[in-house]
């Protein structure tokens, strides 16, 4: 069995990997990092599937890692678990859950107890970017609160985070790493003695007598607040397309999870679906790990997310399909490839243009879904409540540290502290650092051919300053004067460098004419360091398209520790200096489809809800009998009945509605869950298990 670690990488630093324990996977001795998740050390040891699905006997595996399915359900010790959210222990036995397994007798008895009720001025739900910015704030003014997250680190979606961050210095950390970012503000918030921490606990329900059920660390508490700010992030989205319940299918959190969190290589050949930021990041995250991308597939016209993000795959030749979809996973138990097609402007497939690659993991990023069941369980107990991050609306991190921020101020105010009303000048700057992508505009450099000079390949307008901010003599500017514009040269460089290293998009390259006109330098950043380049490489530059410009030799490499980046410098021809924009690493090979393309036979077969394999077809067949009650369809079919509460498949049977033709205001929703995530009965008397 051959394992699956990462032991090397550009920019994360790499701990001792020498404590391991010893536990069993259907009484196979395997070994695992102490204290990491069942189901990466299972990956880590090459296994993918954990179980078969009681309905159809299809294979389960990895999907959200973030608790909130049960695809990743196995049994450890007896009983069934989240693999992704339980440790491993020593001597560990667990079994993967083949359909509906006999479970033995627990042998320890539960002993009940009180449960413990406590009261909290302020419970903060999420500890990510937005939670721990508003704890900040309050900590800041001693207002008293509770902060609940269910990892055990703090900093949410951070953690996994390993590139530059965008927006500006001043108010959102651009130019550091968003895994430094949850560091930084994580060590602040447990400074102030106000803001009380529970890590590795979840918020459950927030109940109509305006008490909140709180599973912390398997010890049910009930916790009475005067106000709640929720800032439990988002949930991922999924699709409905042949073959999509195979292993090997799962979010980019999962992956970045995986990847940038727990240092385990999950797979070789990558496919991403989807060109939002996420999937645009998370194919470089991939890179960084030295995991082939095979390719990215987007249905719009264009990329979503920056266009930055998508030049920096590109111009490392990973091909990006946009007016393209999925129309098939394939492979038998896990994925064993993809067959994507492509689509007109009313995103109708169309036949004849199918084309399927050999991969073996797809990684879902096809938009969020705010986490607002706390948001609405409060409402509905008539329970103060405020909204920050994802939570409130989606939008990248930066935005949500800034927004966190603002409701921060604004709960300090409601709580009685002396404070004046939020600024204007804030809600100016979060508009401006959650805008959307504006225009696309040309290059503006100069056509000088003497001196040095940065070359600007960041040509979107997006919010992103700290080129700006930390050139030393003010070489460069933004065409609007602030913080939401293209960068450009003016004049002065003195070859320094640091707009080079800085840039969250890797987009400013820099051309030195002093020392041989003809044939100048140039230095282009470089962080994707398994993928080693050294000093008298031949390397093939490209464009900001991905378009070859010739080979070239490098001339030297220089590794800036602080900023965890390298600069190659690579003397060129005088007349493509300006052009270059990177150079390639990835080969043509790894991404060229299949000489046959691979069609799917059955039409409308994919699953719409995975816990109860309920396909589309079958869906689709309730709703042209006029059957628009979620509720209803659930209890024909079950979907919605799983394990995960329906957080997956309501945004598709609602998709489905809309395919055909169903009004928004006909639908009647799904009733929720009285639980958030799933829990043993015995907690809820105070029950507490020997260990």
């Known amino acids: 069995m051959v394992e699956q670690r990462i032991r090397n990488h550009p920019v994360l630093d790499m701990p001792e990997i020498n404590d391991f324990v ?16 069942i189901a990466s050390a299972l990956m880590a040891n090459g296994i993918r599937v954990f179980g078969h699905h009681h309905a159809d006997n299809t294979a389960q595996g990895i999907f959200c890692a973030n608790g909130q399915c049960a695809k990743c359900t196995v049994i450890a010790n007896g009983i069934p678990v989240k693999s992704c959210m339980t440790p491993v222990k020593e001597n560990m036995i667990v079994e993967s859950a083949e359909g509906l397994p006999d479970l033995p007798n627990d042998p320890n008895p539960v002993e009940m107890s009180d449960i413990e009720e406590l009261p909290a001025d302020v419970l903060i739900i999420g500890g ?32 996994l985070q390993t590139h530059k961050f965008f927006g500006s210095q001043a108010d959102s950390r ?45 010890e049910y508490k009930i916790v009475t607040p005067k106000l709640i700010l929720n800032a439990a992030g988002a949930r991922e989205k999924f699709l409905r397309f042949n073959g999509n319940t195979l292993a090997g299918i799962y979010g980019a959190g999962a992956f970045q999870t995986l990847v940038n969190r727990d240092l385990v290589k999950p797979t070789e050949r990558l496919f991403i679906v989807g060109g939002g930021n996420v999937g645009l990041i ?16 987007e249905a719009a ?109 604004k709960i300090c105010k409601e709580m009685g502290a002396d404070v004046e009303d939020v600024p204007q000048e804030w809600y100016d700057k979060a508009n401006l650092l959650k805008s959307h992508p504006g225009q696309i505009k040309a290059y503006n450099y100069s056509d000088s051919e003497e001196g040095v000079m940065p070359i600007i390949h960041c040509l979107q307008e997006i919010p992103c300053n700290p080129c700006t901010t930390v050139c030393p003599v003010n070489a460069i500017k933004i065409d609007d004067g602030g913080l ?80 965890k980046t390298q600069t190659i410098k690579i003397e060129v021809d005088r007349e493509i200096a300006k052009q270059v924009a990177s150079f390639r690493i990835q080969d043509d090979t790894i991404s060229a489809p299949l000489d046959q393309a691979i069609i ?34 659930k209890a024909i079919t079950r979907a919605g009945m799983g394990p995960c509460g329906a957080k997956t498949c309501d945004v598709l049977l609602k998709q489905v509605m809309r395919q055909e033709g169903v009004p928004a205001d006909h639908v009647v929703p799904n009733t929720k869950r009285p639980v958030f995530i799933e829990a043993q009965l015995s907690v809820f008397a105070g029950g507490k298990r020997e260990e």
């Open 484 to 563: 939401m514009g293209t960068p450009y040269y003016t004049e002065k460089c003195i070859g320094c460098g640091k707009c080079v290293v800085i840039c969250p998009g890797l987009a400013i390259t820099l051309v030195d004419y002093r020392k041989d006109q003809e044939h100048p330098l140039v230095t282009l950043p470089y962080e994707v360091g398994n993928f080693m380049i050294k000093e008298g490489d031949i390397v093939e530059v490209n464009n900001i398209d991905g378009v070859s410009l010739g080979h070239y030799p490098v001339i030297s490499v220089q590794m800036f520790p602080k900023q």
């Open 174 to 218: 651009a130019g550091t790493r968003g895994n430094d970012i949850g560091k930084i503000l994580a060590e602040e918030v447990s400074q102030y003695e106000s803001i009380e921490i529970w890590t590795e606990s979840t918020v459950l329900f927030v109940f109509s007598d305006k008490k909140v059920g709180i599973l912390k660390q398997d």
């Open 301 to 409: 016209p264009s990329c979503g997310g920056y266009k930055v993000h998508a030049d920096k795959l590109v111009r490392l030749g990973v091909p990006i399909y946009t007016s393209h979809s999925i129309l098939s996973a394939n492979g038998t138990e896990t994925v064993e490839g993809i067959t994507i097609v492509q689509v007109d402007d009313k995103f109708q497939q169309i036949p004849g243009t199918e084309k399927s690659f050999s991969c073996d993991t797809i990684l879902m990023a096809v938009g969020l879904d705010s986490l607002d069941e706390f948001t609405q369980e409060a409402v509905q107990a008539r329970l103060p409540v405020m909204a920050a991050g994802d939570a409130f609306e989606i939008a990248e991190a930066s935005s949500a540290m800034f927004n966190g921020k603002i409701v921060g101020l």
């Open 600 to 633: 799917p036979n059955m039409e409308d077969d994919g699953m719409v809800c995975l816990c109860e394999r309920v396909r589309v077809k079958d869906v689709r067949a309730l709703i042209k009998q006029g059957i628009y009650d979620m509720n209803q369809i």
């Open 282 to 297: 998370a194919g470089y995250h991939a890179l960084q790990a030295g995991i082939n991308v095979v390719g990215l597939v």
């Open 128 to 159: 990510g970017p937005a939670g721990l910015s508003a704890a900040i704030e309050m900590g800041k003014r001693n207002i008293k609160a509770l902060l609940i997250d269910d990892k055990e680190v703090l900093g949410g979606k951070l953690v």
């Open 22 to 37: 010893t536990f069993y996977w259907n009484k196979q001795p395997l070994s695992a990092r102490r204290g990491e998740m």
